[in-house]
């Protein structure tokens, strides 16, 4: 099956997909925003002019499938952004599957194994992150999401009306006709930038946790309390901030991330002792053991310098989300399709959450990066070469061409 | 000279006064805001209803002096308090200040030496701290402090003439007349209460230098960025936070303070590495050695952690405060006086700053602390038992009577 891809065309709907809610030189188009909105009519618009059957279900997942097909290859990813974020990520792998769809329907060919065009909605979490991803797959009903809503107080439920989406039907992951899940993506990291690399295969996405610590210690002058009367948590936070470092160095990986980009003091000035001070953490793994003993560690660690500073302290732990790891056959055909088409690609874990993780264990699942440039994601500048555009649209379109022809079962190497 | 001193009196004008701005258990009184205004002339008001010759400068620090005298001594403090402070705070100096100079006038003697009582105006630094006091002892000329003007862009200029204070001649001191400046305070940290003492006699006002440290990284995905790749400005501060802490304990006496009260991270997410940090730095000692060398070591330490987590740094010095030594013959006099009065007493430096800390290179100067409840200060919470009152009004009364019969230069012990 030689799928005929278009890069001109596909880089021509990615600059279109961008206009929505273009913000400087990235986009601002978060889930459910009129930009989003939008967006989401345009891409089902793009999905019927390439003869695919079209829709947009009840909790806004917008479909496109190719017709007359027994089963499904689903190819997914997202086109709602962070705030102020890039014009590739998300957006990129929903174009690459439309393409790859749309190359498909025009061969003209009758096949078995079609293609779910898929693009997720709310994958970055302005009501609750991988929301469209959840609801597809089951782990989550509507009633239980309906009441979910934005830091200003818009729920779902209303967003879905405003949308004109509530009431439809809501699509579901299909066990039967649905046979793999392949999710491009930029990588948002420096690594493969780094290893001059251009297509990195995903073995698995990480798990993260986050907590929150609080230590609640007593407003003093700073001029006239003595040291050791102090009840600081300013200094239990420095602290412990410095010691939770030190484990996650000591008893992680060389993989193990670790995140404490949050602080906050009370009342926060130069001369008064703070009498609260939060901290967020987060954490990151392919390991669901090192996961463990860092969870473990936090609470400990947070009592144990709550008495070193006469403190006393909360911890509440946050999301918990379990690693996932990607379907080893289909990983291997990857690298072999990546070297039909003369990409060199590494092997590598993904840093970054995915609605990719929701489906591993209940398809063979893959997902693949292109570089990013600089290592940016999450930001205007976020942005990846033409050329590795262009590469890793083939490179998907040679697996799913592999796939079609071949089914899953049958080695490639 | 027996002074009649009156705490019933003197307490009742102290809860006057506080009932000028009152909030909660406390008093909210910035310098020139209405209510200050008021106090100010409710106090000049207990001046002149004291037959002392009452004022209020151009300045706004009001003035009240025992007639026909041709020495004085300044007894003096400030009724400015700090947003949502207590209602003793500086207010207390300045009303034993009032009820002294009104017994003393009420002993109908004619004496040589007499007393000028002055609040000076904001001496906690709603436009400049120890303004009131730093124009009086000629630090500072109106034209110098003009457009000095508050964090919500009043300007002094503005609010001395809404207050009508503009225009008015500018009280200053005199090395000739003023021979002795004295100041009653609470003690606004816990040493008192904890030693079980009933009076503090400082033996100098520490030293306050104020700093801030900057560091500037990346924004980077805090799950896809490998921790040897990041720039991470918050966990810069945290590391430099901890070791400027193990530096000055290691490097500074037992009596040197230090507090890291404020801290901001940019963005501030849980999964964002942190691009930009910020630290307020402040430590204080009565050493001007060790003062020193911590101001040395900030920018060493900064550029050490900037190159060590590959974020860049900037440094900046904020106030620099010499400490100040109190006169060594007024002390003994007020210990003498103490135990006249059976007041258990101890001498002990002042980690606060005080209106006083001016006089001492130009007159001989004593301050006196009354136990703070729990230590607590600047702050609503902020208390003293109504006995330690009293017995710190007579402690004051007794030195002052004692200079007034003796003169300065006679040792009294």
Not at 103 to 127: C, H, Q, Y
Not at 362 to 371: C, L, R, S
């Amino acid at each position: 099956m030689l799928l005929a891809i278009d890069v001109k065309r596909t880089i021509a709907d990615l600059k279109t997909l961008a206009a929505f809610g273009k913000f400087e030189s990235g986009v601002n188009r978060r889930a459910l925003t009129i930009e989003d909105i939008a967006a989401r009519a345009w891409l089902m618009g793009r999905m019927q002019a390439a003869n695919l059957e079209a829709s947009i279900d009840g909790i806004g997942n917008v479909i496109g499938v190719t017709p007359g097909c027994q089963r499904y290859i689903i190819i997914a990813s997202h086109s709602d952004t962070v705030p102020k974020g890039g014009w590739l990520d998300g957006a990129m792998g929903v174009i690459f599957g439309l393409e790859i769809a749309r190359a498909l329907v025009e061969t003209g060919e009758s096949t078995d194994i079609g293609i779910k065009v898929i693009s997720f909605n709310d994958e970055e979490g302005r009501f609750a992150g991988l929301l469209g991803s959840s609801v597809f797959c089951g782990l989550k009903t509507l009633d239980q999401v309906a009441e979910l809503s934005t830091e200003d107080g818009i729920t779902l439920n209303d967003a879905l009306q405003k949308a004109g989406y509530a009431g439809q039907t809501i699509v579901t992951f299909d066990p039967v006709q649905d046979i793999a899940y392949l999710e491009a993506h930029i990588e948002q990291g420096p690594v493969l930038e780094s290893n001059n690399r251009k297509i990195g295969i995903v073995t698995e996405i990480i798990g993260a946790e986050r907590a929150r610590v609080l230590f609640f210690g007593q407003s003093d002058h700073a001029g006239t309390t003595p040291m050791v009367m102090r009840k600081d948590a300013a200094a239990a936070l420095y602290e412990f901030a410095v010691r939770f470092a030190e484990f996650c160095r000591e008893y992680g990986s060389d993989s193990t991330v670790w995140n404490l980009g949050y602080a906050r003091l009370e009342p926060g000035a130069y001369n008064v002792v703070a009498r609260e001070s939060e901290l967020y953490i987060e954490y990151r793994d392919t390991s669901t053991e090192i996961l463990g003993r860092i969870r473990k560690a936090i609470p400990e660690l947070a009592a144990e310098i709550g008495t070193k500073f006469n403190v006393s302290h909360q911890f509440f732990p946050g999301i918990c989300i379990s690693p996932e790891v990607m379907d080893l056959k289909l990983l291997e055909r990857i690298e072999a399709a990546a070297g039909r088409c003369d990409a060199s690609c590494m092997r590598m874990p993904s840093g970054g959450g995915h609605d990719a993780m929701l489906f591993a264990r209940k398809v063979p699942t893959a997902m693949m990066f292109v570089p990013s440039i600089g290592g940016r994601s999450h930001d205007v500048a976020e942005d990846t070469h033409e050329a590795d555009i262009n590469l890793g649209l083939n490179v998907l379109g040679e697996i799913v061409s592999d796939i079609i022809d071949n089914g899953l079962s049958v080695s490639n190497k």
